[in-house]
């Protein structure tokens, strides 16, 4: 559980923790972060959901009663996950849900040896520099296993921008461009 401590904080981060351990001791990781995911999905989805999830005018009763009412509706009655979102409701702390989805989810990619990277190219990737992309995210990463999504983004003219969690190396051409811009301004 130390090793766990670091990658999250906070109060969502204790939150996240606890479903984490809860579901590892209840052997549905797998079936929890399923069940989040399509939560999270609801949230994207719903900006009824999303305002209601933040809003303090909703009691922690009434919170519950609906937050029920939608997780029978989405198959996730009587879940664990159900029992989390109902425990979070019934504290007041529904509208941090997102952010302990998210902690969990790093909890859980780093059980599983997952790494994720968002990627930034000028032009698309064949498929042999995406494998060998992974591969050294991979490495730098030190997971086994690298989710990678590719966006195609013109305006940065050439070379790449990683984000590998929390870090984030951007070596486009036009970064690069705009910091010599900036050091001839200093000159002259």
């Known amino acids: 559980m130390a090793k766990q401590e670091t990658l999250v904080s906070g109060m969502a981060g204790r939150y996240a923790q606890a479903l984490f351990a809860l579901a590892q001791e209840r052997g549905a990781t797998e079936g929890v972060a399923t069940d989040l995911a399509t ?57 941090a849900v997102a952010d302990m989805i998210r902690d969990f989810n790093i909890l859980h990619d780093h059980a599983v040896g997952l790494s994720r990277a968002a990627v930034t190219v000028a032009e698309p990737l064949k498929d042999e520099h995406v494998a060998a992309l992974k591969d050294a995210l ?40 705009n910091s010599i811009r900036a050091r001839m301004k200093e000159v002259g």
Request: no cysteine; net charge positive; aromatic share 6%.
């Open 138 to 177: 991979a490495a730098v990463a030190g997971s086994q296993r690298v989710e990678m999504s590719v966006k195609v983004d013109p305006s940065i003219i050439g070379g790449i921008i990683v984000q590998l969690g929390s870090r984030m190396v951007d070596n486009s051409l036009k970064t690069k461009l």
């Open 39 to 95: 939560f999270a999905a609801m949230l994207d989805e719903s900006e009824d959901l999303r305002n209601f999830v933040r809003s303090p005018v909703f009691s922690a009763e009434q919170q519950t009663k609906a937050l029920d009412a939608l997780l029978d509706r989405a198959g996730l009655s009587g879940t664990t996950t159900s029992q989390f979102l109902n425990l979070v409701a019934s504290k007041r702390r529904l509208f």
